[in-house]
């Protein structure tokens, strides 16, 4: 049962990751979002960890081509990518179908 429930809950962020990707930032081919929502996410996860100078100019340049609504939605993505993580080898959000 606490396996199905892990599947509804990864479902639900699958499910709301594309709704907030696919509604972000619609002046922009959904390649860049994706493109930008990647390196964006590598260079949060590096600057946790060891802060770099340089990383966090490429985050600011891209974040700067968003709108303000959609510069929000990025963080949002990350969560629900984590959130979609399963116990199964954690296979991402992305990858299942």
């Given at each position: 049962m606490a396996?199905?429930?892990?599947?509804?809950?990864?479902?639900?962020?699958?499910?709301?990751?594309?709704?907030?990707?696919?509604?972000l930032a619609p002046y922009k081919h959904r390649y860049e979002v994706f493109r930008d929502f990647v390196t964006m996410a590598a260079c949060s996860l590096h600057n946790a960890v060891h802060k770099d100078p340089d990383r966090e100019e490429e985050y600011l340049q891209i974040i700067a081509g968003?709108?303000?609504?959609?510069?929000?939605?990025?963080?949002?993505?990350?969560?629900?990518?984590?959130?979609?993580?399963?116990?199964?080898?954690?296979?991402?959000?992305?990858?299942?179908?």
């Open positions: 396996h199905s429930a892990q599947a509804h809950g990864c479902d639900a962020a699958l499910a709301a990751f594309k709704k907030t990707f696919h509604e968003y709108k303000k609504p959609d510069q929000m939605a990025f963080p949002k993505l990350l969560g629900l990518n984590q959130t979609g993580f399963t116990g199964d080898g954690l296979v991402p959000i992305l990858r299942r179908e």
